[in-house]
């Protein structure tokens, strides 16, 4: 028997958890999930919820507060081992995305707190007793030039006087904890437009009604995502996170970590897509033949296998290069990129296999499919990552 023969006995080698890194932990991963069919996310969608259930699941299995030292009551995992957990959720059929920002959220928290607020706040978010799953930071009339966001904040006295509006906060409604970047210092103040932001952590259970109004934004995922709008909110000065006027590079801090973790969040979408697509072309029979013996059929999905390891490996020097401490936006930056181009062509190529049932809800492809879109535009747009890599490490001039 050839090895190409050999290798078509198991349809699905390409997502085998033994495949992969970290196998014990995938697998802890994998029962957790399930418990959570695609059935219930389609009702979580009908109903735009939140899954609480699951997040609490993973929360009590330590796996949001992965990146939190063990000191502080988290487990303490390096950057590669936190993004295979959001691998292997979305590859498992679930959604990350509820959950996802409690690992990256609270980099800025431990970076750049005080020892006061680390003691204060990061064991109850690693047990789940504080979620802090709300990031503040695009603006309506700014959105990704964010040295021209207009929510202020004053000093006066002992608190912050915060006046704005923020919008594409996700989970905010869902969160205790907020963190927001303000200026407190007008840019034409500042000698770099960078100067003069500063970063808040806000009370979300003491802010809703004095002065903070969120409202759900309906859109066509539900990543329960909101507007918020701001008017003359007190927030103590004690809840600035650093130093004030340097929020900007504590926001940046931790964005290549964001990056990585989402790009392998991408990976497992991926996976998931191509896993049920490769199933149902070798299933499905018509004209008397598979429809997987069909290049136009085999050839995008093995081009977007390809793609997907690709990425993969950029992720994971992403992660290597970020655990050594070295700079790596390129690499961060490329492996965002790459895992949303390629899960992208993963979802286009499930949809083409499953024809008219990749509309139907009960095949969870169409739902898959609108996640894997969202990662060509956030956390980062395609066209932001392209001027960057031009800009930054090919050496051009400025395209914006």
């Excluded at 970290?22 to 802890?28: H, V």
Aim: proline share 3%; glycine share 8%; aromatic share 8%.
């Amino acid at each position: 028997m050839s090895a190409v023969d050999q290798n078509s006995q198991d349809s699905t080698a390409f997502i085998s958890t033994e495949k992969h890194d970290y196998p014990e932990l995938r697998d802890a991963v994998k029962r957790i999930c399930a418990d959570y069919p695609s059935e219930y996310w389609r009702k979580l969608d009908d109903t735009s919820s939140y899954p609480t259930e699951f997040v609490k699941a993973l929360t009590d299995a330590g796996f949001l507060g992965a990146l939190i030292p063990e000191e502080y009551g988290g487990s303490g995992m390096n950057l590669r081992a936190a993004a295979v957990i959001l691998e292997e959720i979305n590859a498992s059929g679930c959604v990350a995305s509820p959950a996802h920002a409690q690992m990256y959220i609270m980099g800025t928290l431990l970076r750049h707190g005080s020892e006061a607020q680390k003691q204060k706040y990061l064991p109850k978010i690693a047990s789940g007793e504080l979620r802090l799953q709300a990031f503040g930071v695009t603006e309506p009339s700014t959105g990704s030039d964010t040295t021209k966001l207009k929510t202020r904040a004053e000093r006066r006295g002992d608190v912050y006087v915060v006046n704005g509006q923020k919008v594409w906060t996700s989970r905010a409604l869902y969160s205790d904890l907020m963190l927001l970047l303000v200026r407190t210092t007008p840019i034409e103040q500042c000698k770099k437009k960078t100067d003069g932001l500063s970063t808040l952590l806000v009370d979300l259970r003491e802010a809703k009604g004095k002065g903070l109004d969120i409202r759900p934004i309906d859109a066509m995922i539900n990543h329960n995502t909101t507007e918020i709008f701001i008017e003359n909110l007190e927030v103590p000065v004690e809840n600035l996170i650093g130093e004030e006027g340097k929020g900007f590079k504590y926001i940046l801090d931790g964005m290549n970590a964001e990056r990585i973790l989402v790009a392998q969040e991408c990976i497992g979408d991926g996976r998931w897509l191509l896993k049920k697509a490769v199933e149902y072309a070798n299933d499905r029979v018509v004209f008397g033949r598979s429809i997987g013996q069909n290049q136009g059929i085999q050839f995008p999905l093995a081009r977007a296998y390809m793609e997907l390891e690709a990425a993969e490996l950029m992720s994971r020097k992403a992660a290597a290069m970020f655990e050594k401490g070295l700079p790596c936006g390129e690499e961060a930056n490329m492996a965002k990129l790459m895992a949303s181009e390629a899960t992208w062509k993963a979802a286009e190529g499930a949809m083409l296999v499953h024809g008219g049932f990749g509309f139907a809800k009960e095949y969870g492809i169409e739902r898959k499919w609108r996640e894997a879109r969202i990662y060509q535009t956030a956390p980062i747009s395609t066209n932001m990552i392209l001027s960057y890599i031009g800009e930054h490490v090919l050496g051009m001039a400025r395209s914006y």
